[in-house]
């Protein structure tokens, strides 16, 4: 048996050591519900501000935008962190939205709550204070629509099985409901967002920060003409890239997300171009005329033989001009020329496909000395299938141009949709997915701005299309 005086040590050795255990015990226990607390707080406000940030693009304007992040930042917080979680007292936050730089917005959170310490109280500490700041930033986003309004999107065929045509019709409606939803995703008064709605010429709503009649416009579309893709992709591309700057000039706004979206449901059939140099006769056809500037294009599904038509005006009367492509739309200097009593008669105005378009693309080659997208004969004028063949190329190359900066270094991030509702112009994967420098293109190019073309087999398919990009580019602006 231990005797009297161990046994009254080991007691006082025993509290001795319960007097560094227990505080050790009350530390681990005080930590860890802290250690839980500001792991919850720091949930709580990275949930807040990427939220808050998300929301940025909903508001008529800047300051409904800010107080509309403010609040879902904080119904966010409370959410994640409801008053009381774990004993906690005090939350406090403050929620800020700023505007970083130029082109970038951010919302910022702090906010602090005090922990419960349970076993520390005994040391005059009974709450430790924990704060915690976060912040989520979104770019602004420059975006263009370039949709194509061309004669077989007011094609139908009725329960009857009949076909017919109008220009609100056919595949119309579902493309000008998706367009608006897809416009009402950006934030007015920070994100620019314009249109080019084309058939063979084109109509212009330039970009811009107040885009609130630019759904108006959309549903004012209507369809008439043939496919101008190339003209219409490199104004597009032009507005784009010469958005003013923070000293208003010209210059693109290469810090903001600068974004394309190229729908249509055919082939590139129309090619525009100054003429005069390739006449028969200048002395005859629109004599001492130096520039022609207007489209042709084929019109016969691109089979030869067959007619190709010209030389019309590249500028739409309006966003439903109905008669794009028609006679009374030639262009004025026709004076003694076959095609200005019946447009069907280039062939005999003019020798040739020209081998640069308008707006400087190669109708005959790659960039670099590459090989064109389509073999083509430019002599062929009055051949169809080399209209298009020209058409193509050019289209191609106006993607090429941009993706090497063509105007001020700017190189947008390209989508596009097709439609499959035309089978007499089925749209061509390989070139929607060469203008998409998406992974499937066979010139993919990594360095660049990686896109997507999505395919749609019914203009019922459209909305979820559209939404699909806009989901894409919003989480992209983050």
């Known amino acids: 048996m231990r005797k009297r005086k161990e046994r009254g040590v080991a007691v006082v050795f025993a509290a001795l050591l319960l007097l560094v255990l227990i505080p050790m015990v009350g530390l681990g226990v005080d930590g860890g519900v802290a250690f839980m607390l500001r792991a919850r707080l720091s949930a709580a406000v990275d949930a807040a501000v990427l939220a808050g940030a998300r929301s940025l693009n909903a508001g008529a304007d800047v300051q409904s935008q800010a107080a509309n992040a403010t609040a879902v930042a904080q119904r966010y917080f409370n959410a994640n962190l409801p008053p009381g979680t774990w004993g906690s007292q005090n939350p406090?936050?403050?929620?800020?939205?700023?505007?970083?730089?130029q082109y970038v917005r951010s919302v910022s959170m702090t906010a602090s709550i005090d922990a419960p310490l349970y076993?520390?109280?005994?040391?005059?500490?009974?709450?430790?204070?924990?704060?915690?700041?976060?912040?989520?930033?979104?770019?602004?986003?420059?975006?263009?629509?370039?949709?194509?309004?061309s004669y077989s999107m007011g094609a139908y065929i009725d329960s009857g099985g009949n076909s017919g045509w109008c220009g609100k019709c056919g595949s119309i409606p579902n493309m000008i409901a998706a367009a608006s939803e897809f416009v009402n995703q950006f934030a007015q008064g920070s994100d620019n967002v314009g249109m080019v709605?084309?058939?063979?010429?084109?109509?212009?709503?330039?970009?811009?920060?107040?885009?609130?009649?630019?759904?108006?416009?959309?549903?004012?579309?209507?369809?008439?003409?043939?496919?101008?893709?190339a003209q219409a992709l490199w104004v597009a591309y032009n507005a784009l890239a010469t958005l003013p700057d923070a000293n208003g000039q010209p210059n693109?706004?290469?810090?903001?997300?600068?974004v394309i979206l190229f729908f249509t449901d055919g082939l590139p059939n129309g090619i525009t171009a100054n003429f005069a140099p390739y006449r028969f006769s200048p002395d005859n056809c629109a004599k001492g005329s130096n520039s022609m500037v207007g489209w042709i294009a084929q019109t016969h599904g691109f089979v030869d033989p067959?007619?190709?038509?010209?030389?019309?005006?590249?500028?739409?009367?309006?966003?439903?001009?109905?008669?794009?492509?028609?006679?009374?739309e030639l262009i004025p200097d026709r004076s003694g020329c076959n095609f200005g009593a019946n447009s069907s008669l280039i062939y005999k105005d003019f020798s040739q496909i020209p081998p640069v378009d308008y707006y400087g693309n190669l109708t005959n080659e790659g960039m670099y000395n590459q090989p064109p997208y389509k073999t083509v004969n430019l002599a062929a004028i009055s051949q169809p299938s080399q209209v298009g063949a020209a058409s193509a190329n050019a289209a191609?190359?106006?993607?090429?141009?941009?993706?090497?900066?063509?105007?001020?270094?700017?190189?947008?991030?390209?989508?596009?949709?097709?439609?499959?509702?035309?089978?007499?112009?089925?749209?061509?994967?390989?070139?929607?997915?060469?203008?998409?420098n998406s992974i499937n293109s066979p010139i993919y190019d990594s360095t660049k701005p990686t896109g997507l073309y999505i395919n749609t087999n019914s203009a019922d398919q459209l909305p979820a299309a559209f939404q699909q990009i806009a989901s894409k580019v919003l989480q992209l602006s983050q």
């Open 396 to 436: 191609d190359y106006v993607a090429q141009r941009w993706r090497a900066g063509a105007i001020n270094n700017i190189v947008p991030l390209v989508y596009t949709i097709s439609l499959l509702d035309n089978p007499a112009e089925v749209p061509d994967p390989v070139f929607l997915n060469r203008v998409a």
């Open 252 to 258: 693109g706004q290469p810090g903001a997300l600068n």
């Open 197 to 229: 709605a084309f058939g063979g010429n084109y109509y212009l709503a330039p970009p811009s920060t107040n885009f609130s009649s630019l759904a108006g416009q959309i549903a004012n579309i209507s369809s008439s003409g043939n496919t101008g893709s």
């Open 119 to 149: 076993f520390m109280g005994v040391l005059g500490h009974r709450t430790a204070h924990i704060a915690i700041t976060g912040k989520a930033q979104r770019r602004n986003v420059n975006v263009m629509l370039v949709l194509d309004r």
């Open 306 to 328: 067959g007619p190709t038509n010209g030389l019309f005006n590249i500028i739409a009367t309006s966003v439903s001009d109905p008669n794009d492509g028609s006679m009374s």
């Open 92 to 101: 406090t936050y403050n929620v800020s939205v700023k505007q970083d730089s």
